[in-house]
């Protein structure tokens, strides 16, 4: 017997839909004969627990309950926030499913007679009497939700799936996992959400989360779990999902060590920011690691490819060490301190031996400039306890601060500035080939150095790979700050040195990292995941694969795989669940510029007749052109990132920012032309495959030029 599914236009079976026994609706009365009417009315009664829930923190009265004006602040501040997380969103359903458990469930939540049912939504809803009507998606009870089977049923008789349109609860889908009658078969309302017309910025997938991603994303703090997924897989909605289980799971420790999510741009950011705040987590802050490392110098300069390479490259990070610790020289003189009528003398060579025990202990150098005046002051301590006086701490310190002692640390570990040395570096060929030596070739410290070097650290064109190498330079003096829990997504894209910037944000904590060797589009994209995990200094992450694909059809993403032989060798093709005919098309367009322009165009429109977000692709270079030839037919366009709406709905994207992008129609304009704007053919295709695999329900190619061979072959 097949899973039954009711719609709001026909007429339920209710014996496919019956609770179990004793389960009862939040009045206390059976199951109604029209069960599609007995779970929009549990939606209003949840809707109106929630506001509920809202209004009385919005009754808090703290006046009594705060000592002063900082404590109320804060106290406030955590009622806004509390206040913003119980919204009740118009557009986002409050549950998607039901669990019907055979038995009770032990704990807090589920103590009572059999048949206990619980609804699955983004957040928990309790009544007034403090009992749950919506379960969170991340509590444990609501896992079977995910992982349940016919093989493996973990006590669940009945799973139900809810349909909706417009915020209306209109369907319901069943599922009797211990029902032997019932044969398997693939949810409809399932399928239907996965394929919902994109409309807006990215959603949360917590509605469809599959097993293998459901692993993913209820995996434990302590690791770093990186995540090699192909085009469509939603290795970012996993990634995001973690970061929202991770908080329910260990909220005060991550609010004591706080979340980052890093992504490739502005625009993806843009695109995602809306996931979090959609499961109630309004505290994790967004990046790209040139926000992380542009904290102290304006980038304002550009670095040829060949150059950002090299300065990318992890020897880098031995170069600045050596460059740092170039500052310290040994002492050639005593250190005399005058106290009342006394002096006190620490000869030079025992003030090298300081002076090497902490080189020997390679502590950062801020850190031993700041502890040698204490090793002096101590030193002499020692000879005052020796002459029978009875020094405190009062009088190290004292003596750490004394003129002499001072000017021993300034002439022998003076203070640096991290920018200063990356400066010297790119402006001074013998200060670089000191530092260089036996690690970087001439030709590389050539491609290095500044055609014309600045005076200042403020008037330099510092590049986003010097501001890198500036923040590993911070580093080695001082400290990088670490986050509890950080996600990096589109990580095949980063040099070593980015890695080792973001590892430093993490180095007490963990990461996610998510990417597809495959779309690597940097002439300094990572090969391997256990090399970028080495740089990153999480060498012992778990690293999963996901090779299902939910999102590009089955044609779409087939064509796009002819290119992995040429651009990512041995990497699985993404094996996509959704077959979808008709929904690629590659048109070869005769005659010149202005007929392909046009058909670009005509084809815009064609997709502009479908339902959901249109994307038109193209080389960067052509972007130009091609609005110009959308404004011309009366067409307004997007810019990647700028949130579509029901009125405007096509966007313009240049090929370099369609990472990580989604529309439910592309248009992509010239595959040559993508191709061609890269500085190397392999880059060229791995940006071609990622313009391939922006589609969700259909793609056409056009082209004048030949497409490229590997396209070509079947």
């Not at 609010?255 to 996931?275: C, D, K, M």
């Not at 790209?288 to 992890?314: F, P, Q, S």
């Not at 090793?375 to 601060?401: C, F, K």
């Amino acid at each position: 017997m097949p899973a039954h599914v009711a719609e709001s236009d026909s007429t339920p079976d209710p014996t496919g839909t019956t609770d179990p026994a004793g389960a009862t609706d939040p009045a206390g009365a059976t199951d109604p004969a029209d069960p599609l009417a007995h779970e929009r009315a549990h939606l209003a009664a949840s809707r109106a627990a929630l506001r509920g829930m809202r209004e009385d923190v919005q009754a808090l009265d703290i006046r009594d309950v705060t000592a002063n004006w900082v404590n109320a602040a804060v106290l406030q501040a955590q009622i806004d926030d509390r206040i913003k997380a119980l919204a009740d969103l118009s557009h986002t359903p409050l549950f998607f499913g039901r669990l019907d458990y055979l038995h009770a469930v032990g704990g807090e939540l589920a103590e009572g007679a059999d048949g206990e049912r619980f609804y699955i939504g983004r957040r928990h809803v309790h009544d007034a009497a403090g009992d749950p009507m919506v379960i969170d998606w991340r509590a444990p009870v609501s896992q079977p939700y995910y992982q349940a089977s016919r093989t493996n049923p973990q006590d669940v008789g009945l799973r139900r799936r809810f349909g909706y349109t417009g915020g209306e609860l209109t369907a319901y889908e069943d599922e009797h996992l211990t029902d032997p009658a019932e044969a398997e078969h693939t949810s409809r309302l399932l399928q239907t959400e996965i394929e919902r017309p994109r409309v807006g910025p990215m959603r949360d997938i917590v509605a469809t989360i599959q097993p293998e991603q459901d692993e993913i994303v209820r995996s434990g703090l302590g690791g770093t779990v990186c995540v090699q997924g192909g085009p469509g897989t939603g290795k970012t909605a996993v990634g995001l999902h973690r970061v929202a289980f991770l908080l329910y799971a260990h909220r005060e420790r991550l609010a004591r060590t706080g979340t980052l999510v890093i992504g490739p741009n502005r625009s993806f950011l843009h695109y995602i920011e809306q996931v979090l705040p959609a499961l109630g987590e309004l505290e994790v802050k967004q990046a790209t690691v040139d926000d992380l490392v542009r904290t102290g110098v304006e980038v304002r300069g550009e670095d040829e490819a060949a150059t950002a390479v090299v300065k990318g490259d992890a020897r880098m990070a031995e170069v600045l060490r050596r460059a740092i610790r170039s500052h310290v020289t040994s002492p050639v003189e005593p250190v005399v301190v005058v106290r009342g009528s006394r002096r006190w003398r620490v000869p030079a060579y025992e003030i090298q031996e300081m002076v090497d025990e902490l080189l020997a202990r390679d502590m950062r150098y801020g850190a031993a400039h700041e502890a040698l005046p204490q090793r002096i002051a101590h030193a002499v301590l020692v000879r005052m306890e020796e002459a029978g006086e009875a020094p405190d701490d009062r009088v190290q310190n004292s003596v750490a601060r004394n003129p002499a002692v001072k000017a021993a640390v300034k002439a022998v570990w003076p203070a640096v500035d991290p920018a200063k040395v990356v400066l010297r570096l790119l402006s001074d060929a013998e200060f670089l080939a000191a530092h260089a030596g036996g690690l970087l070739s001439e030709e590389e410290q050539k491609r290095l150095l500044w055609a014309k070097p600045a005076r200042s650290v403020k008037s330099a064109k510092w590049s986003a790979a010097d501001a890198v190498l500036i923040d590993e330079a911070g580093d080695l003096v001082a400290r990088t700050h670490s986050l509890g829990h950080v996600v990096l997504d589109e990580a095949q894209d980063l040099s070593p040195m980015q890695y080792r910037a973001v590892g430093r944000r993490c180095s007490t904590g963990s990461a996610t990292v998510l990417g597809d060797l495959a779309q690597g589009t940097t002439p300094w994209s990572t090969e391997s995941w256990g090399e970028a995990l080495f740089h990153l200094g999480k060498a012992d992450a778990v690293v999963e694969e996901l090779t299902a694909g939910f999102r590009v059809p089955r044609e779409v993403i087939a064509y796009a795989s002819r290119l992995l032989p040429a651009i990512s060798p041995g990497l699985a093709a993404v094996e996509s669940v959704r077959e979808s005919p008709g929904s690629l098309a590659v048109r070869e367009v005769p005659g010149g510029a202005d007929e392909l322009d046009a058909a670009v165009v005509a084809a815009c429109e064609e997709s502009l007749r479908h339902e959901g977000s249109i994307g038109l692709i193209a080389a960067d270079a052509r972007i130009p052109v091609l609005g110009a030839a959308l404004e011309a037919a009366g067409h307004a366009y997007l810019s990647p990132g700028e949130e579509t709406t029901a009125a405007s709905r096509l966007t313009l994207v240049p090929a370099s920012l369609a990472k990580g992008l989604e529309y439910d129609y592309v248009v992509l304009d010239e595959p040559a032309a993508v191709v061609d704007g890269e500085p190397d053919e392999r880059t060229g295709l791995r940006r071609l495959y990622v313009a391939l695999t922006r589609a969700v329900s259909g793609l056409i190619v056009l082209h004048a030029a030949p497409l490229p061979e590997a396209l070509v072959q079947a």
